[in-house]
């Protein structure tokens, strides 16, 4: 009985293993076959199998023997699609971007200008990291928008361009208040201001305003003595900003102790300077 069973699973086996070498015979005989419509048929089978690694490579072989013919753009859109279909982002952006210079004028451009710019959204990383393809993916989306101010696809592009935006929103407070937190406060103010020069309406401007004035405030506290009057008169200035600006602040407390030390300090730094100058008149 356990011989049967041992044999059985031998055949099984090699059947197994001749399915699997008949498969990859019919692919390479394909491949290597020099017909461009036969090599071009099996790839369209593959594509719509979902096999899109077969496809990628029998796409690539034909796409210089159909130059000149109608089928061509057909081609070209599915290899750009290849790569998408299979994580490879980068080289699908690259290939639908190439797709659209190649094709000006092909029905297909809407949808290879979409999908390059959504490629690059693909690549988007954590806020934390590089956001070269956040950038890359708004400048797609909107140029979409521009391009085709019909198109279905307009609201989403909007939505998309806003979710990353947000992101380098986030990108930018992260930035700052890591200045912040390595007392590098001047650098952290300039990155707060910065920040709310690119997103004027964002959510967090009060509490982006309170990191400038605290930022501020410990910039001219850490100062040498002849740029602490300056400093403190500019801690002063967004202290009083704020309060202006936000008279139920939860940081209200905080910005009031600011504005009060720094105009206690700009009293005492003027009072010594004309002491100084004072004593340099009698001598």
């Not at 293993?17 to 491949?31: A, D, N, P, W, Y």
């Not at 089978?45 to 089928?71: C, H, M, N, S, W």
């Not at 506290?221 to 740029?227: I, W």
Request: aromatic share 16%; proline share 2%.
């Amino acid at each position: 009985m356990e011989w049967r069973v041992f044999n059985f699973r031998i055949f099984i086996g090699l059947v197994l293993v001749l399915m699997m070498t008949s498969c990859k015979s019919e692919f390479e005989r394909i491949r290597s076959s020099g017909d461009p419509d036969t090599i071009y048929t099996q790839a369209l089978a593959y594509y719509d199998e979902g096999d899109f690694l077969k496809a990628q490579t029998l796409l690539e072989l034909v796409i210089p023997a159909f130059r000149g013919r109608p089928e061509l753009e057909d081609v070209y859109f599915k290899y750009a699609s290849t790569y998408y279909e299979q994580g490879k982002f980068i080289l699908a952006a690259y290939y639908f971007q190439n797709f659209s210079s190649t094709f000006p004028t092909s029905e297909l451009r809407e949808e290879a200008d979409f999908m390059a710019a959504y490629s690059n959204y693909e690549l988007s990383p954590t806020y934390r990291l590089d956001q070269q393809y956040t950038e890359g993916a708004i400048e797609g989306f909107q140029l979409f928008a521009n391009t085709y101010p019909n198109s279905e696809r307009v609201a989403l592009c909007n939505s998309l361009i806003e979710e990353m935006r947000r992101k380098l929103e986030k990108k930018a407070f992260a930035t700052g208040k890591l200045y912040f937190d390595l007392r590098q406060y001047q650098s952290a103010t300039l990155s707060f201001e910065n920040l709310l020069k690119d997103f004027p309406d964002t959510d967090n401007g009060e509490e982006i305003r309170f990191m400038i004035v605290k930022s501020a405030y410990l910039l001219a506290d850490n100062s040498v003595l002849e740029k602490r009057l300056e400093r403190f008169n500019s801690a002063r200035k967004y202290a009083s900003e704020f309060l202006r600006k936000y008279e139920q602040s939860e940081y209200l407390e905080d910005v009031e102790e600011y504005l009060e030390n720094s105009e206690q300090k700009i009293k005492e730094l003027q009072d010594d300077g004309y002491q100084e100058q004072g004593s340099g008149a009698r001598s």
